[in-house]
């Protein structure tokens, strides 16, 4: 094989290598074939206009043509010229597919579902980062550079995934990539002449012997350079802070403080991935809980309080946090006198839901958990610290059930001066409208609860708004006007404009970023999933401390003090603790009979829902991509059998039954040379039988039994080749056996080992295909000069 088809073969490994990262992103991941296809296209194209040979410009040129008519082929063909040519309407099929990836690329959460658009996204990416790995490597044959193009094709992958290209796709990648350098060194040295610093490595038979050396001390530096770049990679990144991925999505502690006392926690946004999760087209399953509630329509579970509004986003302010006490403590501004009632939640996280913020019943009195966490006292927040996340948590946490009445709430005082100006504060490019919307809503009512309670039925009720999760995500003083006018959007407009009216008029307000109850299962737990992920305002009342408002349309609950008091309706059951449910965890998965409500109104509830449910959903891989990544480590683990199988059929192929005894001779008389050298004796098909014999024995120390059978198999290919009549040999599988016991009675393991796993024999094989394109290239060369030599004569006997 030449250098330049070893450097192809090696660019395409490692494109398709660092492709693998982006697997995770869609689902189904169906688009990677497309993605190799065209791949293994560009570099044949390249392999043949190198070889013409074409200027390297044109080489580029003909790899980028082929590339666009392939994917004109698969992705426009409609619009096409005979299905392949592109013309203007094939580049607008493109655009708008771009523009549809795109839209869908901001729509979706991960995994995404494989859209056209984005599926040219992919395809076309990994193509132009293949044309480019190639261009670099095998082009301009400077392999190095082409690791940059590489590493971004990774580190896209990695910063979209949030973390889920992971270990195994990153060992592909750097695999790839020094497989790459590898080759290109090989080639390098090649061109060098006679490598110093090891034994020449043999070559066809009659060249000097020296097969089975150690490698030449470039190649193992090499090893050595790239096992330990690659080993401080997979290090590295450990000591390294983390990088937050957002609520939902989960990333690794973000600015917490080190283990111990004290430290502090960033400030966050939290709504990174909130929309897309609401978004997703499949409900996946984030948590499951029990609890001794008799009901769980109000059991919410909160993340994470927003409390900062600075004109452009809604956020956590910076606090300290602090070791998580055994009990915490007693909520700020609750008094003894409004009614609580503790209940107690055993939850089990998903597996995939991977996350630093731990979801918690508000407000919780104790929490009991394994692993790094730690308490922020403000917000009764727990957070993971030195990368702790809530993948696989089991924990238990005792709650209260705060049931203030309306008259409590009408009744309250005025909250504390210092939570006043801290959570009543409003930027000053809040726009005029917000708090004369505010006042116009809320005209007649005689305290901040009454007034509370007016924002939140005009939200829901009285103000026509519409629910809608496809309107842009906007958290600033021009987004909440905006809301206001156009009067749809979802959770986190409504949540986040409720309580910037409230603070306008002067209620202590902050936003909570959490799940909503979940859905009950047949088994007696209740499943959260990833579309439950919520957010609502929580209002201050001075005695019964921050108090949930529901202010969305069709989504949660509204709490039973926050409802109109004329309805005069019997008011639903509150979480009452009962001693025969049960409060034990369960990890197994369960079938849902029941759509909750809101999911009824929202036409959520899919087939499965509506068939009576199927079997959670933990965002783990789905089984065909399990498959195909099981087959892909297969085949990776594999490849180095190839040559012991290969092996083995050909040694099975050479002492079976042959046409003739000649052949039947000739072949067992092959099979002990090739014994030989997979020894380390190396083939010299210049001597005669007699003398490779000879030297067999003395080069091995063969003992006399096997020498013995190498003479007999000796002067049976001298019979069959030099006698008029030559006799049938008889026993020649027999001492071929013999000979082969003999060369592993005197081999070390390691020579064994070599011998049955990395034959060097082998190299038949690569010498088999060399000269059949040899005899392919000269067969071809013949026929084209043929016919260019008939088509020159043809006009001058049309003349004649």
Known sequence: MSGRTRLTLAAFGATLAASTALLPLVKPATWIFTAALLLGLQSAVG????????????????????????????????????????????????????????????????????????????????????????????????????????????????????????????????AGYLLLLLAEGRDRLSQWGRVFGGAQRSGRPGSAPGDGGP???????????????MGIALVVPFALPGLS?????????????????????????????????????????VLRYRTNATGTRNLYLRLVALDQFDGTAWKSSVR?????????????????????????????????????????????????????????????????????????????????????????????????????????????????DVRSTALEVTRGARNDY????????????????????????????????????????????????????????????RVAVGFMPGTPQSDGSVSVGIRDAHAWPELYFEGAGWTRFEPTPSRGTVPDYAREQSSGGASTPSAQPSTSASAQPSAMPSSSESCPPQMKRLGECGPDQAAGGAASDDGGLPPYEIALICAGILLLLGLPLLPLLWRTRVRARRLGPAPDPVTRVLAVWQEINDLAWDHGVAPDESRTPRRTAARLIREAELPQDAADAVHRVARAVEEALYAPRPRPATGLTEQAAV??????????????????????????????????????????????????????????????
């Open 215 to 229: 490698a030449f001390a470039p190649a193992r530096t090499g090893r050595r350079i790239g096992v330990v770049a």
């Open 320 to 432: 300290p946090i602090e070791d998580v006490p055994e009990d915490l403590p007693w909520p700020a501004g609750l008094s003894q006198e409004v009614p609580t009632t503790r209940i107690t939640t055993n939850l089990v996280a998903s597996s995939g839901y991977d996350q630093k913020w731990l979801p918690m019943p508000y407000p919780a009195a104790k929490v009991s958990i394994g692993g790094s966490w730690r308490y922020e006292p403000a917000g009764r927040m727990l957070v993971g610290d030195n990368g702790q996340n809530t993948r696989g948590a089991r924990y238990t946490v005792t709650s209260l059930d705060v049931r203030p009445t309306a008259e409590q709430l009408a009744a309250a005082p005025a909250a504390p001066d210092e939570l006043r100006r801290e959570y009543t504060r409003v930027p000053a490019s809040l726009p005029a």
């Open 47 to 174: 392999t043949v206009t190198r070889r013409v040979p074409l200027a390297r410009p044109l080489t580029i040129a003909a790899q980028a043509v082929v590339t666009l008519l392939v994917l004109t082929l698969v992705f426009a063909r409609e619009q096409a010229i005979l299905l392949v040519l592109p013309g203007p309407d094939v580049f607008a099929a493109f655009g708008t597919l771009f523009q549809a990836g795109v839209n869908d690329v901001g729509t979706y959460a991960i995994p995404a579902p494989n859209t056209p658009g984005i599926r040219l996204l992919l395809v076309t990416g990994v193509a132009a980062i293949g044309l480019l790995v190639d261009a670099l490597a095998v082009t301009f044959r400077s392999a190095a550079p082409a690791g940059l193009p590489l590493l971004a094709l990774y580190s896209v992958a990695a910063g979209l995934s949030g973390g889920g290209a992971g270990g195994l796709y990153f060992l592909l990648a750097a």
């Open 450 to 509: 009454e007034r509370a309670v007016k924002l939140q039925d005009w939200f829901a009720e009285d103000g026509g708004f519409r629910y809608d999760v496809e309107v842009t995500s906007g958290t600033g003083v021009q987004a909440i006007s905006r809301f206001l006018k156009d009067k749809e959007g979802f959770c986190v407009h409504f949540s986040f404009s409720m309580a910037a009216m409230a603070r306008s008029l002067g209620i202590p307000a």
């Open 739 to 800: 000979v082969r016991r003999g060369f592993h009675s005197v081999s070390s393991r390691r020579t064994r080992l070599r011998a049955l796993l990395a034959p060097r024999s082998a190299a038949r094989v690569v010498w088999a295909t060399r000269e059949r394109t040899t005899a392919f290239r000269n067969a071809w060369s013949a026929r084209t000069r043929a016919l260019l030599a008939t088509v020159s004569r043809r006009p001058s006997r049309d003349a004649s």
């Open 245 to 285: 991925g957002g609520v939902f999505g989960g990333g690794k502690g973000e600015g917490e403080g080190s283990g111990g006392k004290g430290g502090t926690i960033s400030a966050v946004n939290p709504l990174v991935s909130l929309q897309n999760n609401l978004r997703q087209p499949e409900d996946h399953e």
